[in-house]
Structure formats: C-alpha cells, structure tokens
C-alpha cells in the first residue's frame, strides 16, 4: 500500500483523511501492523483510484509491486468480471476441466498477454526515441 500511496504522490495524512481514520490508525494499516480488512483495502482503493482485486491479489501473491501494476489497468478486476462469466456458462460442467488444462489455458493466455506487454514497451520506448527503427524497417 505504500508503494501504491507513493505511485499516486499522496502523503499519509491525504489518505488518512481520504479513509476517514486516524494518521495513527492509517500507519499501522499501510505498515500492515493491523490485519488485513477487505473493507479498508476497497476504502484505500477508492482513494487511490486504484484496482481493490489487484490490491488485495497483491497480498496473496506476495507481490506489493503487482498492486501498483494493475492499479489503473484494474487487471484483477476484469480477471473476475470474466471469470464470473464463464462460472455462469459452465456452470457444474467446470468441474469437469482438470488443473492441466487450466494451466495450460492460463499459461497460454499469460504468455499472449506478456508478448503484447514487450511489444507495447518496445513502441513505447521507440516513441520516446530510445530506441532506433525496428530491424524489420532496415
């Protein structure tokens, strides 16, 4: 949660005000001194405009970073939106999909993802002029 107040430029005393609690009470929440509460993670969200899934998704996989990477993409949102689409088509049937399967799905749909990530870094990058024409143009 610091790295995301931080990212977002607010001081402590912004996003104690912004959640209604004590400068006091926010620290320990940011330091995670207090125990996590989904309620005050989805106030925190809101008052970083960021993604509360991606937040909380951050806390099980033991990555603050990803917190901050999905905060404005809200990636762990649209994750679920679609999830919940597909549990609503397959209804009992999904239990019929082994782990296999299932990862060898998302790990084919991750690698698509990741491919689309470096090919916007590279054109961004190229925008920026950091880089020279691409090896196709020359």
């Known amino acids: 949660m610091r790295l995301l107040r931080r990212a977002r430029g607010a001081t402590v005393r912004d996003l104690a005000d912004a959640m209604k609690l004590q400068t006091r009470t926010y620290e320990h929440f940011e ?13 925190f969200a809101h008052a970083t405009d960021a993604d509360p899934n991606g937040l909380i998704t951050s806390l099980l996989i033991g990555s603050p970073e990803f917190a901050v990477r999905v905060a404005d993409n809200k990636l762990m949102t649209a994750f679920l939106i679609e999830l919940q689409t597909f549990d609503q ?50």
């Open 31 to 43: 330091s995670g001194q207090a125990q996590p509460n989904f309620e005050r993670m989805h106030h």
């Open 89 to 138: 088509a397959a209804g009992d049937d999904l239990r019929r999909l082994d782990t296999l399967t299932i990862v060898s799905e998302f790990s084919a749909t991750f690698e698509r993802l990741l491919e689309e990530v470096r090919r916007r870094a590279e054109l961004a990058a190229r925008l920026q002029g950091r880089l020279g024409p691409s090896e196709d143009s020359q």
